[in-house]
């Protein structure tokens, strides 16, 4: 019994320290793809500021036009060395899970792209089952002891049934994001017009940040993280 008992501590300990790697994983590409938004739009409002310093000099812009634009650049330029103090702490983590020294210079490299034909092959009920199946708090309440009362039964499987309840409904949550985010990059793909400004750069790249967000999120429900 007591090496049963050690076992089960043991696995799950492991189960435990991958689900860190997986999450701490998820989080430094998220990060990453963070990091080369605010990086293009750093560098779409540094060509901002210049052209309404441009314009200002020749009287056809305002000062307040200059000043919005420059205060756009410095809140993009924080927000990006907060991204990059981030990175740089996750990947700590990430190397202690794993076993590599932090100065070895190991790198991480970028996940593949996303495709969005991937999209057609997902199956809900499929993946729902999965997510059930793998869900680490629900295989803890499912394996915990049943109860000796009749109220202790009841409660149980309330519990094991509310939690399942909850991740199908973030399942189906996700699923409709992600059908919505596809119907909305297929009109965009459709249209025969091209312009050029920083909202729709800025809607571009957030919108490839969501499709990989969303992904990641239901791999990471399909394989048992919160």
């Known amino acids: 019994d007591t090496s049963k008992v050690n076992t089960a501590t043991i696995r799950q300990y492991e189960k435990q320290v991958v689900s860190g790697a997986q999450s701490a994983m998820i989080g430094y590409n998220t990060i990453v793809d963070n990091k080369a938004t605010l990086e293009t739009l750093v560098d779409l409002y540094q060509k901002q500021c210049d052209m309404y310093e441009r314009m200002a000099g020749l009287g056809l812009a305002?000062?307040?036009?200059?000043?919005?634009?420059?205060?756009?650049l410095i809140g993009a330029k924080a927000q990006l060395a907060s991204l990059q103090s981030q990175?740089?702490?996750?990947?700590?983590?990430?190397?202690?899970?794993?076993g590599y020294d932090t100065n070895s210079g190991v790198q991480i490299q970028n996940l593949p792209a996303f495709d969005m034909g991937r999209l057609d092959g997902m199956n809900l009920e499929a993946d729902t089952k999965k997510a059930i199946g793998n869900n680490y708090t629900l295989i803890g309440q499912r394996t915990s002891a049943k109860g000796e009362t009749n109220a202790q039964i009841a409660a149980?499987?309330?519990?094991?049934?509310?939690?399942e309840q909850k991740l199908t409904i973030e399942m189906q949550r996700l699923y409709q994001a992600m059908r919505l985010l596809k119907r909305a990059m297929g009109q965009r793909?459709?249209?025969?017009?091209?312009?050029?400004?920083?909202?729709?750069?800025?809607?571009?790249?957030?919108?490839?940040t969501t499709r990989r967000r969303l992904q990641r999120k239901r791999q990471s429900l399909i394989c048992g993280r919160p």
């Open 62 to 72: 305002n000062q307040t036009d200059l000043v919005s634009a420059q205060t756009s």
């Open 87 to 98: 990175e740089d702490s996750v990947y700590r983590t990430l190397c202690m899970l794993l």
């Open 156 to 163: 149980r499987l309330n519990t094991i049934n509310e939690g």
């Open 189 to 208: 793909s459709g249209s025969t017009r091209t312009v050029f400004c920083l909202r729709c750069s800025t809607s571009a790249l957030r919108s490839a």
